[in-house]
């Protein structure tokens, strides 16, 4: 069974600053693996599809990778700005199907 | 023009009652999804349906049922309400079925019983 966890649960930097967020899960046989954005009282923004094939995605100041052997793919946010403080979440497509991670709440300090 | 649209945004409503969420898409995509997202923030698919044809149920009371009239629309309609009915609830979207390709969102129908 597919299971997916993204540490940490939070995360707080000052503007400015690079970070990764981190996703890992527990069957390599995916076919895709989604990032995606949730503001508060707001539904999510699909950021990055990275399929099993791929190692990274790009877009703007992020940047996604896979590493499909090792179960792991991390969101790297270049220069972080108060607007990027949201909830991040990690989403594998397995079994036709998306198993979700329970997200990292980013908070940029300005 | 929003891509996915809920309705009512926010729902407050008594214990024991019968109440309805709709949902409608104008991406042109075949499939179509109800998410429950609890106070722990986790997202859980409740139901898929592809070309107005259920392919997921996840185990979800009978107390829940969706209903599909064409391939642009998926509503959800919950009968006698529980406090634990209480959550966010996600309508999305996808061409083709979600584990392969991107799902679209709508902004979510906060239910509330009391």
């Known amino acids: 069974k597919q299971e997916v966890t993204q540490i940490p649960a939070a995360l707080s930097v000052p503007e400015g600053e690079n970070l990764v967020l981190n996703c890992s899960f527990t069957?390599?046989?995916?076919?895709?693996l989604q990032w995606f954005r949730q503001d508060p009282g707001k539904g999510l923004t699909s950021l990055l599809l990275i399929q099993s094939s791929q190692r990274e995605q790009t877009s703007g100041r992020l940047n996604a990778s896979l590493d499909k052997s090792s179960g792991r793919s991390t969101l790297y946010i270049a220069a972080s700005q108060p607007g990027d403080s949201a909830t991040y979440l990690c989403?594998?497509?397995?079994?036709?199907?998306?198993?979700w991670g329970a997200g990292t709440k980013l908070i940029i300090k300005p | 023009d929003t891509a996915v649209s809920q309705t009512p945004k926010y729902l407050v409503t008594q214990m024991g009652n019968d109440k309805s969420i709709k949902c409608e898409q104008n991406?042109?995509?075949?499939?179509m999804y109800w998410y429950k997202q609890d106070s722990k923030k986790f997202l859980k698919i409740m139901f898929s349906?592809?070309?107005?044809?259920?392919?997921i149920n996840e185990t979800v009371p009978n107390r829940f049922s969706p209903k599909s009239p064409d391939k642009a629309h998926l509503n959800l309609h919950i009968n006698s309400l529980e406090l634990g009915d209480s959550a966010v609830y996600f309508c999305?979207?996808?061409?083709?079925?979600?584990?392969?390709?991107?799902?679209?969102f709508g902004a979510g129908s906060r239910l509330t019983v009391l």
């Open positions: 069957d390599s046989a995916i076919y895709n």
């Open positions: 349906y592809n070309n107005k044809e259920l392919i």
């Open positions: 991406l042109g995509h075949d499939t």
């Open positions: 999305a979207s996808s061409q083709g079925l979600s584990g392969a390709n991107v799902l679209t």
């Open positions: 989403a594998v497509g397995s079994n036709y199907q998306l198993i």
